[in-house]
């Protein structure tokens, strides 16, 4: 499927009027820098000007393209795949008014033009695709920044919302793909094409339901044993169900099924989409971590949270060597707690976290550390990022700087770094279960 996400050229149908849909990918793929051959096709031909780029506007597909995404009338779509059938490798169908409308005569006829020319599809009903490593934006949703993660979903208005999340919370994507009814290709050809695509690191789907379960179980096993597959489950409950069915024409089923073949599989399992792009974040940032935590705080309320949650988790809270506490006590000041979790107290500067990150990094009981600011006025939070930045430790750290304003520029630091920032001592510990259950011997990973 690299020619959904890596094409060398591609086609748009639709009307290029200002505002309308196959104008605004259009837009999207000449700005996201697609070097690749770009043809607009509409009937009535012309021209169309988008970001300072003019072409003509060719009054039907002349020449083979690798992928053509099609965002006219439902009716004609069918009878437009056969004709341009011979010419393209995949098209990805926008167009809605199919098996979500209750028109599965149609959505059959589409499938069958396809398959007599050997053509994918993607869709129909969808939001379309981003290859974003081939600079491929050819959808309607918000651009996003090169990165790891991989989003595949079922729901393309959830697709958007998530990749505009993702912006604000500074994720790098590595391909997007909304395939609404799933006619042709579903969840589980993607989840097979992403486990092998070396710029995917991990892979975040959105479904509320699958339609042939044991090709899905299948897929999500052979993904979650190449990387991490974080699953959003919509309609869980029987009135979410029948709203799934009635969005893409899904057949929901029932949660608990779904939830065991998550487990059986090996994926990770979220709960909202705060959870999902957290996940995502700590995965970006490493591959695994254990149970074994310490925490390293300037605050002691925040401290108790973190230990609160990370024991409510099923994690543990590390306990240090008698050297360590040596070491710590050597240089950090009296009124300092030198158990874990350690109460670094308020001036906490760039030197005290430092030392105190490297010491118990050290520590053959601590797997992982959670670093915690809680920044005065007076101590940069700047400088306290900088402190974890270049600490010397291998272990996997995960931060929490806590404080809106007072902490914007730190975190600004440690994005520019590759480390992300979770806001809440609750959601740094939960970061540090997900990248447990990747070190779980017991789930096979």
Not at 195 to 214: P, Q, S
Not at 277 to 287: I, T
Not at 317 to 327: D, H, M, P, Q, Y
Request: net charge negative; charged share 25%.
């Amino acid at each position: 499927m690299d020619f959904f996400f890596y094409p060398k050229s591609v086609a748009v149908f639709g009307s290029f009027r200002e505002g309308a849909i196959a104008h605004e990918i259009l837009r999207n793929i000449v700005e996201g820098g697609f070097d690749g051959k770009i043809i607009p096709v509409n009937p009535k031909g012309g021209t169309v000007e988008v970001a300072g780029k003019r072409f003509e506007i060719m009054q039907k597909l002349e020449e083979p393209v690798d992928v053509a995404i099609i965002a006219v009338p439902s009716k004609i779509v069918p009878s437009l795949i056969d004709e341009i059938g011979p010419l393209i490798k995949g098209a990805v169908v926008i167009s809605a008014g199919f098996s979500e409308v209750g028109n599965d005569e149609l959505e059959r006829e589409l499938v069958e033009k396809a398959r007599k020319h050997g053509v994918r599809l993607i869709g129909p009903n969808c939001a379309g695709v981003f290859g974003v490593h081939g600079k491929f934006f050819g959808s309607f949703e918000v651009r996003v920044k090169p990165g790891g993660l991989a989003l595949i979903s079922q729901s393309g208005a959830f697709g958007g919302a998530a990749l505009a999340m993702g912006n604000d919370e500074g994720i790098g994507f590595s391909a997007f793909v909304s395939y609404g009814n799933a006619a042709d290709l579903n969840e589980s050809d993607f989840l097979e094409y992403f486990a092998d695509d070396e710029n995917t690191k991990a892979i975040a789907l959105y479904i509320e339901g699958v339609k042939d379960g044991r090709r899905f179980l299948k897929a999500l096993r052979y993904a979650s044993e190449k990387k991490p597959v974080i699953v959003l489950k919509a309609g869980k409950s029987a009135s979410g169900a029948k709203a799934a069915a009635s969005h893409t024409g899904s057949l929901a089923g029932s949660y608990e099924i779904y939830r065991a073949a998550f487990r059986q599989a090996g994926a990770i399992e979220v709960e909202e989409m705060e959870e999902l792009f957290d996940a995502a974040k700590a995965f970006e940032m490493y591959l695994k971590a254990g149970k074994r935590v310490a925490v390293i705080t300037n605050s002691g309320g925040p401290g108790v949270l973190a230990t609160d949650k990370l024991e409510k988790l099923g994690l543990e809270i590390a306990k240090l060597s008698g050297k360590t506490v040596r070491e710590l006590r050597s240089f950090l000041p009296e009124q300092c707690s030198v158990k874990n979790p350690i109460d670094l107290i308020a001036d906490a500067d760039y030197e005290r976290y430092r030392r105190t990150i490297e010491v118990v990094c050290k520590d053959e009981n601590v797997d992982s550390l959670l670093v915690i600011c809680v920044p005065p006025i007076f101590i940069p939070s700047e400088e306290v990022a900088k402190a974890v930045i270049e600490a010397d430790c291998d272990k996997p750290v995960i931060v929490n700087f806590m404080a809106g304003e007072l902490v914007r520029d730190g975190v600004e630091v440690l994005e520019r770094a590759g480390i992300k920032n979770f806001p809440t001592p609750e959601r740094a510990a939960r970061a540090l279960y997900w990248l447990s259950l990747r070190d779980d011997p017991d789930k096979g990973f």
